[in-house]
């Protein structure tokens, strides 16, 4: 029997149509001998709406926040009066699902009260979407004759406290899921485990991050040992590139771990960023499939690096960042510039996506998300006023209104001549290079190029992923 972790997104479980389909491919997987862990996300548009009711508490809209849980209990409840029998399994489900209710109103009270919120009741408060989803999944499976379960995943996923972006404590999380998952598993039970939340050594509720459902569902793949995960969601797979710039868009049958790893990082948001993490060592094969289609076998995802008939693989892009540059003549051989630049900026809550470095060391720039730009840059000004006063820097500037495209493919690793295409292609179409950098995997190259550039450059370089190259 093989053990297949499975996670559904929030479009998955969104509408009674998807829910129906995640009921089929759950009991279609049992029927072909598998035993399926499922994660859930929240319903579509639920997480928006509990921060919303978050923010409402914090201004003393106290109608907002109460009609916000109400909406959202009654759209779980109509899912269930649709997909159940009357009886003791509805019955059961709908008081949680009131109960949880309650527990939000009340934190939302407590919010109003303080007129402010904090990261850890922001965690908690948007956890109910994953909570509410996991018990409604759960009460329609078995009513549909599967021996679910619906668990919180703090119950076994254990994490610091760095609320809103919380990180795995392994260790611990592996001893619980020994401990509590697999003797259920054993017993033939379908885990509905919520994505997304944790919790903390001393029991308090932890989130991963947006988009954080996917790294859950890798997480308990990883320690189950499973025989595959498959990440269901709205699209047949990992594409060529965003349809919405280019509609040529394709679906890649496979790519590499390392080569969706530098995709989802660069701005893909069909996966996670931290999604390949905890399968990579353990050689987990993961597809990517969409709940409204099925038959289509996805993305094949795993740890073989395949050369493609292409030039390149595909290509993605991140919008709304600046480029920040330290520069000074008397930079030149002073060690530690660099490096507490970086701890400035690590300060400011900046997440650096991008670093380049003239070979003159007399300048060097990295790439933040504009929200992170100016608190940045006052930081390192602070971080380097010695050096600034001394004139050794000159300046720290930041440039708005720029975008990363990366291209990605394992064919590019010691193959010559794919930057002169990539830069070929970009300069036909006349888009300025501000910056470039090549990954250590040597599978993709990245730019920084103006905005006002983007669709015109993805166009452009998604031309090489579509080009077949004689062999």
């Known amino acids: 029997m093989a053990l297949i972790s499975m996670k559904f997104g929030g479009t998955s479980v969104g509408s009674l149509e998807a829910i129906t389909n995640v009921i089929k491919i759950v009991r279609d997987s049992l029927a072909a001998g598998n035993h399926p862990i499922v994660v859930v996300s929240a319903m579509s548009g639920v997480t928006d709406q509990l921060i919303a009711s978050v923010q409402d508490a914090a201004v003393g809209n106290k109608w907002g926040y109460i009609s916000t849980g109400q909406k959202i209990r009654d759209r779980h409840e109509v899912i269930i009066n649709q997909l159940t029998k009357p009886g003791k399994n509805r019955e059961t489900v709908v008081q949680e699902l009131a109960a949880l209710v309650v527990q939000h109103g009340e934190l939302c009270q407590a919010v109003n009260v303080l007129g402010e919120s904090t990261p850890r009741i922001l965690d908690a408060v948007v956890a109910f979407g994953e909570r509410l989803s996991a018990r409604m999944i759960a009460a329609v499976l078995r009513d549909h004759g599967v021996k679910a379960r619906a668990y919180d995943a703090g119950t076994f996923l254990v994490t610091d406290e760095n609320y809103t972006s919380a990180n795995p404590l392994w260790e611990e999380t592996q001893a619980n899921i020994d401990a509590r998952l697999k003797p259920a598993l054993a017993e033939g039970v379908v885990p509905i485990i919520t994505g997304f939340i944790g919790q903390t050594r001393d029991g308090h509720i932890t989130t991963l991050g947006r988009g954080g459902s996917d790294f859950s569902g890798a997480i308990f793949a990883a320690a189950t040992d499973s025989d595959e995960l498959i990440i269901w969601t709205d699209v047949d797979g990992v594409m060529t590139t965003d349809p919405r710039l280019d509609p040529r868009a394709r679906v890649l049958p496979y790519i590499s771990y390392t080569e969706v790893g530098e995709l989802a990082f660069y701005g893909a948001k069909v996966l996670h960023p931290k999604t390949v993490q905890p399968i990579v060592g353990k050689g987990i094969p993961m597809r990517v499939c969409n709940t409204f289609n099925p038959a289509f076998e996805g993305t094949l995802i795993g740890a073989e690096m395949r050369p493609s008939e292409s030039v390149i693989k595909a290509v993605t892009c991140v919008k709304s960042v600046s480029l920040l540059t330290v520069s000074g003549k008397g930079m030149i051989g002073v060690p530690g510039i660099a490096g507490r630049t970086f701890l400035a900026t690590a300060r400011a809550g900046g997440n650096i996506l991008m670093i380049m470095q003239a070979s003159s060391e007399q300048s060097f720039c990295f790439v933040v998300s504009d929200s992170h730009a100016g608190h940045s840059k006052r930081e390192i000004e602070s971080e380097l006023k010695a050096e600034i006063a001394q004139q050794n820097v000159d300046t720290v500037n930041i440039r708005p209104s720029v975008a990363i495209v990366t ?65």
């Open 407 to 471: 291209v990605v493919g394992a064919a590019m690793q010691g193959t010559p001549g794919v930057a002169g295409r990539v830069f070929t292609a970009m300069g036909e179409r006349r888009v300025n290079v501000i910056a470039i950098a090549q990954g250590s995997s040597e599978c993709s190259i990245s730019f920084v190029i103006n905005e006002a550039d983007l669709q015109n450059a993805v166009v452009a370089l998604h031309e090489l992923a579509l080009e077949v190259v004689p062999s």
